[in-house]
């Protein structure tokens, strides 16, 4: 997508990830509503970005408040990018110093991070339905789900729950809005520190910072969003995997047990036992992993065939992706340690339900020629 002259709306803009996000997509030339509540300093962070930076006053859950700041945003020019970062963290036990965890609270961080986030979806999609398509893609929207999700914490059941909701609708919406050329997307970051999080209590920042051998404490603020800016410039058509094949992008590791790295490319990847050794722990969440180790990475062509592979059985499809992605990357089988696949729908265009498939794992060795 060609952010330049575009319109983008941005949740909770006017503070955090969300500011920053609005920056990033203002400095490439896009057109930025900043969408926040009326007592937010919105105008000021609009006047901070600078001239194409505007705040429009909603409330995420609010269906009138959202649709005038659509409406708003589209008399710019073509919505084509919706990021959602409006969220509350407010932290609460199960059972606390008082009693029970009061059910008005865990229903406030529900609805602001979960329905208010559906409600974002539902409108910018109506909107972006209608506009013209720009080489084969109407729009992105990219919701902001949390590593709670996934790895929530003591004091964390009202907000890994609404984060884990908007991870798992995720997929549903994609594939609904798929047929009208929108993308739907949804990170999860870390904790790091923005006005949301600082407004924390002590204990409650206490017990959800990192723990871990690798890092202590909370991320600082991101100048620019946590994820790759393909997510919106790149189509799907030819978007791929970044692959990190220079010695500086890997982890630095302090641990005089473990061996310094030489230098390698994607001819000569790291030794097995580096890679091995920059995994942490399995008693460490992988949550608090500060970076990843990739040799290679490839977006294979088995969606291409629309059907025609439907007498291939899951572990057969495994086998020719995973054959190909090494095949793409020049990478030796033997060299391989683990195979990383994205989602395997059911083969054939019409199929349904297009469920996960349970096959057997499939090594290097066990692809088809």
């Known amino acids: 997508m060609n952010v330049d002259g575009a319109v983008a709306v941005i949740t909770g803009g006017a503070s955090g990830l969300g500011k920053a996000t609005a920056a ?195 991320a600082k603020p991101p100048s620019t969003p946590p994820w790759p800016t393909t997510s919106s410039t790149t189509p799907c058509s030819t978007a791929k995997p970044s692959v990190s094949t220079e010695p500086s992008a890997w982890p630095h590791v302090d641990d005089n047990r473990r061996p310094t790295p030489k230098a390698h490319n994607r001819e000569h990847p790291p030794p097995r036992q580096y890679r091995r050794h920059a995994y942490l722990r399995r008693r460490d969440a992988m949550s608090t992993t500060p970076h990843a180790v990739i040799v290679g990475g490839a977006r294979t062509p088995v969606g291409k065939f629309m059907g025609a592979l439907k007498d291939f059985s899951g572990a057969d499809l495994g086998g020719i992706a995973i054959a190909a992605a090494l095949a793409e990357t020049s990478i030796d089988p033997g060299g391989v340690d683990y195979v990383i696949m994205g989602q395997a729908l059911t083969a054939g265009a019409a199929r349904t339900p297009p469920a996960r498939q349970h096959s057997p794992p499939v090594s290097p060795q066990q692809c088809p020629p």
């Open 24 to 218: 990033t997509l203002h400095d490439r030339g896009a057109h930025v509503v900043l969408l926040d509540l009326p007592t937010a300093a919105g105008t000021e962070a609009a006047n901070q970005i600078g001239d194409c930076a505007h705040f429009a006053p909603a409330d995420v859950t609010c269906a009138d408040d959202v649709a005038k700041a659509i409406d708003f945003a589209a008399s710019l020019g073509d919505l084509r990018i919706v990021v959602n970062c409006a969220g509350i963290a407010t932290p609460g036990k199960v059972l606390g110093k008082t009693g029970p965890l009061p059910l008005a609270d865990f229903e406030r961080v529900v609805r602001i991070n979960l329905i208010g986030t559906f409600n974002v979806i539902r409108l910018a999609a109506a909107t972006m339905a209608v506009i013209e398509p720009v080489d084969g893609e109407r729009g992105v929207i990219i919701d902001t789900a949390s590593v709670a999700a996934f790895d929530g914490q003591i004091g964390q059941p009202a907000y890994a729950a609404s984060k884990g909701g908007v991870a798992a609708m995720t997929l549903p919406i994609a594939r609904e809005l798929a047929r009208h050329l929108i993308r739907v997307v949804t990170i999860a970051p870390g904790i790091f520190e923005t006005p949301m999080m600082a407004g924390l209590p002590a204990d409650a920042k206490k017990s959800s910072a990192p723990k871990s051998r690798t890092r202590r404490g909370w």
